[in-house]
């Protein structure tokens, strides 16, 4: 492919390239929604692995825990809209809970996640659910992920299905590994985003938050401000 880009640019279009760029950077800008989407869970639950996994298309078992926060973007197309989904990767460990607690603020959507081998994960979504509620708007939606769905010695799904039930929230098991779900997981969520603030049934806050979601011309990805 590089050769042949290389003999194109020798026959009259040293452009071409540019140009294709240019095209693609202006198609990026014409977003018809935007969405918030953060991740919770405790350290090790495999948060990182899941963004790399939906965001890059790809893994890595030697990812390191994150520090504080970090974020990539995804664009996806939606029921026939375009839609740039800006999802957030929060730290696990307890000390940097008071820096992530400021980037519920503004979230469309919540995906909680805990480890199928580790029971003490699932044990600690109460946790999480009570910093949501405390922290997030209250028609922030959420979903519930099993993750690591392909490792051995698993919980049984009945555990995290009855927590889900409890929380009134949605589940699905997933693996950043082999990426079962993990693209199920993430639209279906900006899915929902989207098809609730379109019937105007939300909250005032989530009315609010529309006007942010149905943005034009939101630009290419990079550091932003806490919306």
């Excluded at 963004?51 to 030697?62: E, G, Q, T, Y």
């Excluded at 199928?116 to 979504?125: A, F, G, P």
């Excluded at 009570?130 to 051995?152: F, G, M, T, W, Y």
Aim: with cysteine; hydrophobic share 30%; charged share 25%.
């Amino acid at each position: 492919m590089r050769l042949n880009e290389k003999r194109n640019d020798s026959q009259g279009s040293p452009t071409k390239g540019a140009q294709v760029t240019k095209q693609i950077r202006s198609e990026r800008k014409q977003v018809d929604h935007y969405v918030k989407i953060l991740l919770l869970g405790d350290s090790g639950v495999g948060k990182t692995s899941l963004l790399k996994r939906f965001a890059d298309k790809n893994f890595s078992p030697s990812t390191l825990s994150t520090t504080g926060v970090d974020y990539k973007t995804h664009y996806a197309r939606i029921n026939g809209k375009r839609v740039k989904c800006q999802v957030w990767d929060t730290a696990g460990q307890e000390r940097f809970h008071v820096i992530t607690r400021a980037y519920y603020r503004g979230a469309h959507g919540i995906v909680l996640v805990y480890d199928v081998t580790d029971k003490n994960t699932l044990e600690n979504i109460g946790y999480w659910m009570d910093s949501i509620q405390k922290h997030a708007s209250s028609s922030v939606e959420k979903i519930l992920v099993a993750n690591k769905v392909d490792l051995p010695g698993r919980l049984e799904s009945k555990h995290g299905e009855e927590i889900a039930k409890a929380h009134g929230v949605k589940y699905i098991e997933t693996s950043a590994k082999t990426g079962s779900n993990v693209q199920a997981a993430f639209i279906g969520l900006a899915k929902d985003i989207i098809e609730r603030n379109a019937t105007g049934t939300g909250t005032s806050h989530e009315k609010a938050s529309a006007d942010v979601t149905n943005q034009q011309g939101s630009g290419k990805p990079g550091k932003c401000s806490i919306l």
